[in-house]
């Protein structure tokens, strides 16, 4: 008899985006020719930048003949992108990665997930909620998470992300070993201050912990005194370690391209209290696992830092922040409290009532998905999430039937 990991039947029955896909799949059944716009998973509806296609295109040319083609690829990915990421996204914001501490991988949702193998099942484990229910399933598979009771599971530490701390954790006075944090937020879109990253440094350094930090959103942060990554934080690179992607910087959802950052000083500890450097545990990790990102798309991926591509790349993020302005201004002009929005493509939004319940209404009786908060943990109970990865004409057009239905309150 084989026996199961039994740890898979503590999980919620089906991944928040795998049930609300199913939902709009059974609306659409019943309603067939009813026209709905999606604002609930984010996903890119923009085409990748031109700058982007053509260095594809050329690697794919490239592999069309023996003297240039391609076989496996180094382990931590191809030079000529690591390089660039290490100077681009880092040096020059004053952050000191080498390129060597650069992994390149297929997306920030498989790193942030299996980034936890690296540490002992006993580890204190700390997760905002509300939160990208990646984490929490992850520590769940692993055993760590113990049982759940009333939608929490007794072996997490949760941070409770509320309007009161503008959605930003301070960090406990209890010790946590391992701590996610995700800026610009994913789900509420809140950004996070130099100011309150340091304390948590500071924290991870006077505790030995270490912090995984979720950057995936950076490029659509515009106010200049929001850092765009935890390694801006003095000391950050001894604790923490950060995961980026393509994905919403340059419209790579499809194509897979992302990296993680595991810089060398960045210890975790064995049982006799020795520290060992996370870096060679990773490369190890990935090396027996993965094979690596194709060189077409490491080519493509390259592109976004070419002149073109930075032009291109932030043209397309403005026009989603610009879709973003719209959710953001629409709401609010209906009396509803929303958060994120202009640093962020995420709008979480207090709806002051049942989050699924409004989920259900938006679909019936506008034909819109959004995302319920309570999907995403107990403390997005009465909100929803927008996502401004559309056209401007779909998010016009559903803001426009979201004003015709509230207008005068929830019916
Ligand atoms: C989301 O909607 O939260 C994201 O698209 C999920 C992801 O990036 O995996």
Redesign the pocket.
């Known amino acids: 008899m084989v026996k199961i990991n039994e740890n898979y039947l503590k999980l919620k029955s089906s991944y928040l ?1 795998s049930e609300i896909a199913k939902r709009v799949a059974a609306f659409q059944c019943e309603n067939p020719g009813r026209e709905i716009i999606k604002m609930g ?3 890119v509806t923009r085409a990748l930048p031109g700058a982007c296609i053509r260095a594809f295109h050329a690697a794919v040319d490239e592999m069309s003949a023996d003297s240039t083609f391609r076989g496996y690829g180094p382990e931590q990915g191809y030079d000529f992108l690591r390089e660039k990421i290490a100077d681009r996204d880092f040096r020059s914001r004053g952050a000191d990665i080498s390129p060597d501490e650069i992994f390149v991988s297929d997306g920030a ?1 498989s790193d942030t997930g299996n980034f936890q193998e690296l540490f002992s099942n006993d580890v204190r484990i700390a997760i905002p909620d509300p939160v ?1 229910p990646v984490y929490i399933d992850t520590n769940v598979m692993a055993g760590r998470a113990g049982d759940s009771r009333s939608g929490r599971y007794d072996g997490i530490a949760y941070l409770d992300c509320t309007e009161s701390n503008g959605f930003v954790p301070d960090p406990p006075a209890e010790k946590l070993d391992l701590i996610y944090l995700c800026y610009p937020n ?2 509420t879109g809140a950004t996070a201050t130099k100011e309150k990253l340091a304390e948590w440094v500071e924290y991870a350094r006077r505790n030995k912990s270490v912090i995984l930090f979720d950057a ?1 959103y950076e490029a659509f942060i515009r106010d200049g005194s929001i850092p765009h990554s935890i390694y801006e934080i003095d000391g950050a690179r001894d604790v923490a370690v950060e995961f980026r992607s393509f ?1 919403k910087t340059a419209g790579f959802t499809g194509t897979r391209c992302a990296y993680t950052v595991v810089p060398k000083s960045c210890n975790g500890y064995d049982s006799s209290g020795n520290p060992q450097s996370l870096h060679p545990l990773w490369f190890r990790r990935c090396s027996t696992k993965f094979n690596g990102v194709s060189y077409p798309v490491q080519r493509a991926a390259e592109a976004v830092f070419s002149e073109e591509g930075a032009v291109q790349t932030r043209e397309i993020i403005d026009d989603y922040l610009g879709n973003a302005k719209i959710v953001r201004e629409s709401f609010s002009s209906l009396g509803y409290k929303c958060t994120g929005g202009d640093n962020s493509p995420y709008i979480w939004i207090d709806t002051a009532t049942d989050s699924w319940k409004f989920f259900d209404m938006l679909l019936a009786k506008a034909g819109v998905v959004c ?1 319920p908060g309570e999907g995403f943990g107990n403390c997005g109970r009465g909100y929803i999430r927008i ?1 401004a990865f559309n056209t401007r004409k779909n998010v016009e057009k559903a803001m426009e039937k979201i004003k015709d239905l509230l207008k005068n309150g929830i019916k």
Do not use: E, M
């Open positions: 985006f998973i984010g996903d949702k990208y994913n789900p995936a994905s995302t996502s």
